[in-house]
């Protein structure tokens, strides 16, 4: 794939605050690409400054090779959808989306070929005549996306457009705002705080905190393989636990030394751990790599999570089995369960 968009030390300073400490990222053409941290991380004012929106203080942009820093928004070929849509509540469905066509004096016959397309790409077929106010908050959604797309972008910035949805219309958009993408053949930056929406959408996921890249990654590099105790806290639940890794392939945490699969550290260097809950299973006692008792279960839906307090601390195990309060159980896990953490800093 092609490099398309190229931040080089990019610092963002507010009144003496600053926002982002020196991004360096790189995206492809064509890459489904999320911005994903806390509020406040940076993430929305990485994509304001993609958009010409604000400038960055220190550092580059370049857009297919060319600095942009000094190009305006409306001369840049990329569109944003804002978590509030901004829709004209005295336009209807049609002349939303044709909005943009309309301000580039595009003929009404193009105009409507285009509009009519978009229509069809985002369910709204039907729709053209109707006033955006009667809408639901999924539809606006869709006239949104519809609005930005029409203009033919090569990259479309989603700032948190699914935060204003019910869980349920969320989840379905998900998926729906996948499939645009893969059908128009742009590139899409989403900026999320939400790690589902991360882990379902994304071709890349670029993890950041504190104005800082922690990890850049596809959702199974950034679940399975976090790099440090920001990510594997952040994306998921986890067990982060302190330990001493020994040698190559030797790890030691809670008065055991376990075999595991990771390499490459100092002898003896301190190190953070990092056991997902679903990797845990609860056996009997004598079978267990750590005993401890169970402290509290809690159903939800598709499997039991259960507490296990050891003599060292408290794991958090997901299992389609319960366990009652007060049993005392094993702890089972495979050396390729254990994910040894450096706790160097940041990406």
């Given at each position: 794939?092609?490099?398309?968009?190229?931040?080089?030390?990019?610092?963002?300073?507010?009144?003496?605050?600053?926002?982002?400490?020196?991004?360096?990222?790189?995206?492809?053409?064509?890459?489904?690409?999320?911005?994903?941290?806390?509020?406040?991380?940076?993430?929305?004012?990485?994509?304001?400054?993609?958009?010409?929106?604000?400038?960055?203080?220190?550092?580059?942009?370049?857009?297919?090779?060319?600095?942009?820093?000094?190009?305006?928004?409306?001369?840049?070929?990329?569109?944003?959808?804002?978590?509030?849509?901004?829709?004209?509540?005295?336009?209807?469905?049609?002349?939303?989306?044709?909005?943009?066509?309309?301000?580039?004096?595009?003929?009404?016959?193009?105009?409507?070929?285009?509009?009519?397309?978009?229509?069809?790409?985002?369910?709204?077929?039907?729709?053209?005549?109707?006033?955006?106010?009667?809408?639901?908050?999924?539809?606006?959604?869709?006239?949104?996306?519809?609005?930005?797309?029409?203009?033919?972008?090569?990259?479309?910035?989603l700032d948190e457009p699914l935060g204003a949805l019910d869980l349920k219309l969320r989840k379905e958009m998900q998926l729906e705002l996948k499939k645009i993408q893969k059908e128009v053949g742009i590139t899409f930056i989403y900026v999320t705080h939400d790690q589902e929406e991360a882990l379902t959408m994304s071709d890349k996921i670029v993890v950041i905190n504190e104005g800082e890249i922690q990890q850049i990654g596809?959702?199974?590099?950034?679940?399975?393989?976090?790099?440090?105790?920001?990510?594997?806290?952040?994306?998921?639940?986890?067990?982060?636990?302190?330990?001493?890794?020994?040698?190559?392939?030797?790890?030691?945490?809670?008065?055991?030394?376990?075999?595991?699969?990771?390499?490459?550290?100092?002898?003896?260097?301190?190190?953070?751990?990092?056991?997902?809950?679903?990797?845990?299973?609860?056996?009997?006692?004598?079978?267990?790599?750590?005993?401890?008792?169970?402290?509290?279960?809690?159903?939800?839906?598709?499997?039991?999570?259960?507490?296990?307090?050891?003599?060292?601390?408290?794991?958090?195990?997901?299992?389609?089995?319960?366990?009652?309060?007060?049993?005392?159980?094993?702890?089972?896990?495979?050396?390729?369960?254990?994910?040894?953490?450096?706790?160097?800093?940041?990406?």
């Open positions: 794939m092609r490099k398309l968009i190229q931040f080089k030390n990019v610092v963002k300073d507010f009144d003496g605050q600053l926002v982002l400490k020196g991004i360096n990222l790189e995206i492809m053409e064509n890459e489904f690409v999320t911005l994903l941290g806390p509020s406040g991380c940076g993430k929305t004012t990485l994509l304001r400054i993609l958009g010409g929106f604000i400038e960055q203080s220190e550092g580059q942009v370049f857009f297919d090779d060319i600095e942009i820093s000094k190009v305006p928004p409306y001369k840049r070929e990329i569109n944003t959808v804002f978590q509030r849509y901004a829709l004209f509540p005295h336009m209807d469905v049609f002349d939303n989306i044709a909005f943009g066509l309309r301000i580039k004096k595009t003929s009404e016959n193009i105009i409507k070929q285009k509009v009519t397309k978009m229509l069809k790409l985002v369910d709204l077929d039907g729709y053209e005549n109707r006033a955006v106010t009667l809408l639901s908050g999924g539809q606006q959604q869709r006239v949104a996306i519809a609005r930005a797309l029409v203009n033919e972008p090569m990259v479309l910035l596809t959702p199974t590099d950034i679940y399975n393989e976090p790099e440090n105790r920001f990510v594997a806290d952040f994306i998921g639940e986890s067990n982060i636990i302190e330990g001493i890794m020994i040698d190559d392939y030797r790890v030691f945490f809670d008065g055991v030394e376990f075999e595991c699969v990771d390499y490459g550290f100092e002898d003896n260097e301190e190190v953070d751990i990092v056991i997902r809950p679903e990797d845990l299973d609860i056996v009997e006692p004598k079978h267990g790599k750590l005993v401890g008792n169970v402290i509290s279960t809690l159903f939800k839906g598709v499997h039991f999570e259960i507490v296990v307090q050891t003599a060292n601390r408290k794991f958090i195990v997901h299992t389609t089995d319960n366990s009652p309060i007060g049993t005392q159980v094993g702890l089972h896990f495979f050396k390729e369960d254990i994910h040894v953490m450096s706790k160097m800093g940041t990406y």
